[in-house]
């Protein structure tokens, strides 16, 4: 907010430098961005006289002026303005004189005639919005004085924060500045002269909406002569970065900045049967709106009509119809309260924000309403003229009383940190305004608001009562009083000191299992990903995702059903995704559209659903790999990412987190994956566990997301302290000090049975001796039958203590033989 500093002074008195007072207003949370010398841009504008005015010899819309600057001698300067005559204090750019925009003024020759400077206008100095004349002086000014000295002003460029809306305007600054210095707040004399009819006479209000529109209020004012306000005030406007419009708007404009209450003027005419109503928009409603823009109103949208129709956009914009015109007498003035959350969602829906809407988000004080139409009037009256009607429409003229807040002053001192009395206390919060009573009965403390109300006894302790001015909305549990009393005492004020508490134990880190994950897959060679938990409607239902109710083994197993955005930003994230593989797929597709058709990638991330009205979430590690899973060479050629590559990952996945090799069954399922080339991993050990599937997209779902790549595979696993974990202790065994054997058995079985299978079959029979085991090889063909196939196995014997015998192995070895033969049928192939 810019704070012209000679008009802050006008509601209290500053006896600072501006370097000192933005200081103790950045100290007393009002951070002071930068100062600015408004009028700096002036160089070399004087004060000058007009001693003659002649028309020009040789151009009719010309005049030869002779003027005098209170020393040297007069210069003659060519002007083109009809507003000037002779014995006029105006303003002269002299040669080299650089103006706003810089503009550099020069020594010229005008229809043969030399011109040594220029008179200006207050739109060629930014000063007022009047570009037709020259700006004339009050008579009393002294010539000669730099135009910066006698207009220049410092203006604060001030941060208000979101909470104190009571502070976006010259009055709630002023608070501030008394604050600081102990100074006394000035408000403006506001005094009406009304005429003799009612304003019932002229003006209907029916508020139609009264949760969003708790208060309007409304004044008539007729017989306005529509023209430029005066000078001093256009001066302010500008300063503060305002455009000055029109007498009647700048009325507004100048209420709005000073009290922190935007209203707004409608043209009377305009106002169709002298009735204003508050509503909501009907559907097929438009608005062309003061930027004349039309813009589509929706159901949502609270609005300002007539019995006619639409006439503005509640708290945000007014319309075009209805926006004061050279032409207007009568005026409409609209001083209301509307809901805060309501306007703000307006202004997103429309991309319209403005001075008014800001001032509106951050909630009103409930009596500016009528205090604020009051000051439009007066201002109207003094600079348009016309008659004000008798009274004031006001649909809630009941104006509730102070809010009363108890509080602790020892619960103060040990929030602040600082000793401070219960009488300074009682001081420093009345420089703000608080007034404070004593407790004379058992009282409840108001410690949270949020998020649900909770008050605590105050027991055998000291308690005050402040009594909070309607202003200060922000002032709502005791910390805020605590907060208040050391913000006015000086935050600076309040002594250091080291914290006395032991430290707390060690925690270690509840991402340390992901991080963990996350670690290893990089180093796999897969790029971590990020998407968005909003995806489009359509997402879930097109690819079929299966759920994980057939997965044992899941630490937060998915449930509950698809959650809806009320108000989504786009059609396409609108919805809460459950899977993270049509994430993957989509940033696949990106790729691809890029040119990129390699891609490995994983990411973490959560699904979500609602389960009885409430949303439950649960994390899952995603994993695609589709294109070259190697790059061809002069000595290979180039391989496809397979199936083969994804178990590889799940295996290296469950070995970093210390389970046994995982078990696979097939997942026979078929859309959305590719027949034959599915299947359920589990591993799972004490506490820790992999569960997830992994699969090959079908051709179909290629083929519908437009996806280049043959062959795309996809996992979804559930990994226990995924969420949240932290990775089991490794326990090292010792290098054996005896000798391993290992013997190759080639087990043939029937094409139905699968390797997980042979694999528990062959760990089953072996025994404790049995160290180690692993599939190397898969044949099909001659001599094996069609229907048969050879799955080669290299098992690995060994003892702790002793080296094993020959025969201890056969022994073992004929156990897995009579298994694998009893069990599956399966025989040796030699």
């Not at 700006?135 to 010539?143: C, K």
């Not at 108890?406 to 009488?423: C, D, N, T, Y």
């Not at 090959?696 to 302290?721: C, K, N, T, Y």
Request: negative net charge; proline residues 6%.
């Amino acid at each position: 907010m810019r704070v012209p500093l000679s008009w802050l002074r006008d509601y209290v008195d500053i006896q600072q430098t501006p370097e000192q007072l933005a200081e103790r207003l950045t100290l007393l949370g009002m951070e002071v961005q930068g100062l600015e010398q408004w009028g700096a841009d002036w160089r070399s504008v004087v004060v000058g006289e007009l001693l003659t005015v002649e028309k020009h010899p040789r151009a009719d819309r010309l005049h030869l002026t002779t003027v005098n600057i209170g020393s040297g001698e007069p210069l003659h300067i060519v002007c083109g303005a009809n507003n000037i005559a002779p014995g006029q204090r105006v303003p002269v750019a002299l040669p080299g004189a650089v103006l706003p925009g810089d503009r550099r003024i020069e020594r010229t020759e005008k229809m043969g005639i030399a011109s040594e400077g220029m008179l200006c206008s207050g739109d060629e100095l930014h000063i007022t919005s009047d570009a037709e004349g020259i700006l004339i002086l009050p008579p009393e000014t002294t010539l000669g004085v730099q135009l910066s000295d006698l207009y220049g002003d410092v203006v604060l460029d001030v941060d208000v924060k979101p909470n104190r809306g009571d502070a976006l305007c010259l009055i709630g600054l002023a608070r501030e500045v008394a604050a600081a210095t102990g100074a006394t707040v000035r408000w403006p004399d506001i005094a009406v002269r009304e005429g003799d009819d009612p304003v019932s006479a002229h003006l209907r209000v029916e508020v139609r909406e009264p949760e969003l529109c708790t208060r309007f209020v409304g004044r008539w004012i007729s017989g306005v002569k529509i023209g430029p306000s005066p000078d001093r005030i256009q001066m302010r406007l500008q300063a503060a970065g305002m455009r000055p419009v029109s007498n009647v708007v700048d009325a507004s404009n100048y209420v709005m900045l000073e009290l922190g209450k935007p209203t707004h003027t409608f043209n009377g005419a305009a106002v169709r049967d002298g009735t204003i109503i508050v509503r909501r928009a009907t559907p097929g409603e438009s608005l062309e709106t003061l930027d004349h823009v039309q813009r589509e109103l929706t159901p949502d949208t609270l609005i300002i009509a007539d019995p006619h129709g639409p006439i503005g956009i509640a708290g945000v914009m007014g319309g075009a119809d209805s926006e004061i015109a050279d032409d207007t007498t009568d005026i409409a003035i609209e001083s209301a309260i509307f809901d805060p959350v309501s306007i703000r969602r307006t202004g997103h829906r429309y991309a319209l924000r403005s001075e008014a809407s800001l001032r509106f988000e951050k909630g009103q004080e409930f009596q500016l309403a009528r205090i604020a139409a009051d000051r439009v009037a007066q201002l109207t009256l003094a600079w348009s003229g016309g008659v004000c009607a008798r009274g004031r429409i006001d649909t809630a003229p009941d104006e509730p009383a102070a809010a009363r807040l108890a509080f602790r002053p020892a619960r103060v001192r040990k929030l602040s940190g600082a000793e401070v009395s219960a009488p300074e206390q009682r001081d420093l919060l009345r420089r703000v305004g608080v007034e404070t009573e004593e407790n004379g009965a058992s009282v409840q403390i108001q410690v949270a608001v949020a998020p649900q109300p909770l008050r605590v006894d105050a027991g055998e302790e000291e308690v005050l009562v402040a009594v909070v001015p309607t202003w200060r909305r922000d002032l709502a549990i005791e910390a805020d009083v605590a907060e208040e009393v050391a913000r006015v005492r000086g935050y600076e004020t309040t002594p250091a000191h080291l914290p006395d508490t032991l430290m707390p134990a060690y925690r270690p880190s509840p991402l340390a299992v992901r991080n963990m994950l996350r670690s290893t897959l990089a180093g796999a060679g897969l790029s971590e990903v990020v998407t968005h938990a909003l995806v489009a409607p359509e997402s879930e239902p097109r690819l079929r995702w299966p759920s994980d109710d057939d997965l044992t083994g899941v630490e937060t197993p998915e449930s509950g059903s698809l959650i809806t955005v009320t108000n989504p930003l786009s059609s396409q994230h609108s919805v809460m995704r459950r899977h993270l593989a049509a994430s993957l797929i989509d940033v696949l597709a990106l790729n691809e559209r890029q040119g990129r058709g390699d891609v490995a990638i994983f990411e973490v991330g959560k699904g979500y659903g609602r389960v009885d009205g409430r949303s439950r979430e649960w994390t899952r590690l995603g994993i695609l790999l589709s294109g070259n899973a190697q790059p061809p060479s002069w000595n290979r050629a180039d391989r496809q990412y397979d199936l083969d590559d994804a178990k590889g990952i799940v295996e290296l996945l469950a070995k970093r987190l210390g389970l046994p090799a995982p078990v696979y069954r097939a997942d026979d399922r078929g859309f959305p994956f590719h027949p034959g080339r599915a299947l359920v991993a589990t591993s799972i050990a004490d506490h820790e566990a992999v569960v997830g599937r992994v699969a090959e997209l079908h051709p179909d779902v290629l083929e519908q997301r437009d996806l280049r790549s043959q062959r795309v595979i996809v996992a979804e696993l559930a990994i226990r302290g995924l969420d949240a974990g932290v990775p089991a202790r490794v326990h090292v065994e010792p290098i054996p000090r005896f000798p391993e054997v290992e013997r190759d058995l080639a087990v043939v079985v029937g094409e139905a049975v699968d390797a997980a299978t042979v694999s528990a079959t062959i760990s089953r029979n072996a025994g404790e001796l049995l160290r180690g085991l692993r599939l190397f090889d898969l044949y099909r063909g001659a001599p094996l039958a069609a229907s048969e196939k050879s799955l080669a196995y290299r098992l690995v014997f060994g003892a702790r203590a002793r080296t094993l015998t020959e025969a201890e192995v056969d022994e073992a070895v004929a156990r897995v033989q009579a298994g694998l033969k009893s069990e599956l049928g399966a025989n040796l192939r030699s």
